[in-house]
């Protein structure tokens, strides 16, 4: 089959989906389809064919870009409409199959893919739940007229589209929910960069961060409103006696200065502030740290999950879910990989946890439940047999 393959990021730049997309890409081609990148140029200078795709039937179509304000969703969304208006005279006939990355404009995309291509199989990737994670954010409001649109234009993106492939059972909840149906919904949980555990490691490139007379507690990824870093903030402040335990926040985003502003005002001296690394060191950040912790705002898990748990799982470490006891995925981490689960707003119980995990042995069970769930191969096999399938 010949494979149009939709993306809403660009290869010229690293971002936390690269692999992702990669990866289905491969075992499209090496099941014998073709497939052609819609994508967006955003001044990277990366090639806009990964190395690991040379050699296979891939082509492509890269889309001048220029992205808006973080901090203006309206501004965005106008953005990516922009992004999709452009992108429509290079869908053309031939294609049998089309594969849409997860976009705040899901519905405007399948509406263009289905004009010119009414027969092709069409597969939406939902990363996560726009509106519904601006809501629960407090950045919109689920009466207003803008989410009721937004809302709908997506619903629209859903119920057209042949299957809808998301990233947690929760997810799969929060849309069946919203009113897709439920036998188009596959969950397919997000993997690392391999099929592997993260072993024997040389932690040296992130050695200056870490004081191993300390037991490290360790946020690193994204530092916006979502994320929920002051957890780990109300946490510190709490533990501020505690000598042996440090906090970690390795990172930027809109919030990082409203944290960073809090924890001087609380005199909190056992938390420090880093800049984000470069991706090639997150499997070592968290094979460093002596607990990740994985924090989402209130409810945030029913209509996201971080990309980065797969990675943390791979380290072998052990993790902290601050998310939520209801989530279905935090369930299956607290009873399969024995990771702690605690309400998204309860820096209290995230201490307990803390203490919990310092007064523990190794938990064998976290990487057994990596190789289980979250292998790139058997998972981007899976995208790559749904895609192509009626």
């Not at 929760?170 to 897709?180: I, S």
Request: proline fraction near 4%; aromatic fraction near 10%.
């Amino acid at each position: 089959m010949k494979v149009l393959f939709w993306m809403f990021i660009g290869f010229d730049q690293h971002a936390t989906s690269e692999h992702l997309l990669s990866a289905v890409i491969e075992q499209l081609c090496k099941a014998g389809h073709s497939v052609h990148i819609l994508q967006k140029n955003t001044g990277g200078n990366l090639p806009s064919i990964p190395e690991k795709l040379k050699g296979y039937t891939v082509t492509t179509d890269v889309i001048p870009y220029q992205a808006a304000d973080k901090g203006n969703f309206i501004a965005r969304y106008l953005t990516e409409l922009k992004y999709i208006n452009a992108c429509k005279k290079h869908i053309t006939s031939g294609f049998d199959a089309v594969f849409i990355q997860s976009t705040n404009v899901a519905g405007f995309a399948v509406k263009a893919v289905r004009k010119k291509l009414p027969k092709a199989i069409v597969t939406f990737n939902v990363q996560d739940i726009f509106p519904y994670n601006l809501s629960y954010s407090g950045g919109l409001k689920k009466r207003s007229p803008v989410f009721k649109i937004m809302a709908a234009e997506q619903r629209h993106g859903y119920k057209h589209s042949d299957h809808v492939i998301t990233i947690s059972e929760d997810m799969k909840d929060t849309l069946v929910a919203d009113g897709t149906a439920a036998e188009k919904i596959e969950v397919i949980y997000n993997w690392s960069y391999q099929d592997g555990l993260y072993e024997n490691l040389d932690l040296t490139p992130v050695s200056h961060i870490f004081d191993k007379n300390h037991f490290n507690v360790v946020y690193a990824g994204n530092i916006g409103v979502m994320q929920n870093v002051d957890i780990l903030i109300e946490a510190a402040k709490l533990m501020k006696d505690e000598k042996d335990v440090w906090f970690h926040i390795i990172g930027n985003g809109v919030y990082k200065e409203k944290l960073e502003a809090r924890a001087k005002e609380y005199g909190i001296n056992n938390i420090s502030f880093w800049p984000m690394q470069p991706p090639e060191l997150a499997p070592l950040i968290y094979s460093a740290a002596d607990v990740n912790v994985i924090p989402l705002v209130k409810d945030v898990y029913r209509t996201a999950l971080p990309s980065k748990t797969a990675t943390c799982l791979a380290c072998q470490k052990p993790i902290i879910f601050a998310i939520g006891k209801d989530s279905k995925f935090g369930q299956r981490a607290m009873k399969e990989a024995g990771c702690p689960v605690v309400e998204a707003d309860r820096a209290d119980e995230l201490v307990q946890a803390i203490i919990i995990v310092q007064n523990s042995e190794k938990n064998e069970k976290i990487g057994m439940f990596f190789l289980k769930y979250c292998q790139v191969t058997t998972n981007s096999k899976k995208y790559g047999e749904i895609i192509v399938s009626r």
